[in-house]
């Protein structure tokens, strides 16, 4: 698929949960560019975060999917539907030295899962949550 052609398919509204990201203050009513994340992809986010076994390290992956549009309603929307873990725990907040290091790796992986990389996800051991200068 090209970055020009998306793929024509229905909202995955059955299978697929639409994402919102948490704001301060209320919800905006209308979302521009719906992102929805399958199940699957969901899932494995929740068990490779909850595999890190010491509380000093963190988790990295990445976020695999397609640009869409809906034939009916000709809106535009992305669909997360897998993710590349990567496989060793990070060390304190190294997110940014690791990307650097692997970067090739995970467009070379991603090529191979005919998909786009849409973005990533980490933790941060003993941090609030927030986003980092980095991210």
């Known amino acids: 698929m090209g970055a020009d052609s998306p793929l024509q398919q229905p ?11 948490g704001v301060a203050g209320p919800r905006p009513r209308t979302v521009p560019f719906p992102i929805f994340l399958e199940q699957p992809a969901l899932t494995g986010i929740h068990e490779h975060v909850a595999a890190v076994l010491h509380p000093d390290q963190g988790s990295l992956g990445f976020l695999v999917g397609d640009l869409r549009e809906c034939p009916e309603t000709n809106v535009s929307y992305l669909v997360i539907d897998s993710i590349l873990r990567f496989g060793q725990p990070i060390e304190g907040d190294r997110t940014a030295d690791v990307v650097m290091q692997i ?3 995970i467009l070379d992986q991603v090529a191979q ?3 786009h990389l ?3 996800y980490h ?3 003993d941090v609030p949550v927030a986003l980092s200068e980095h991210d």
């Open 103 to 105: 970067w090739d790796r």
């Open 118 to 120: 849409i973005g990533w």
């Open 123 to 125: 933790t941060h051991p």
């Open 113 to 115: 899962a005919n998909g």
């Open 11 to 21: 909202l995955p509204l059955a299978r697929s949960i639409l994402w919102s990201p």
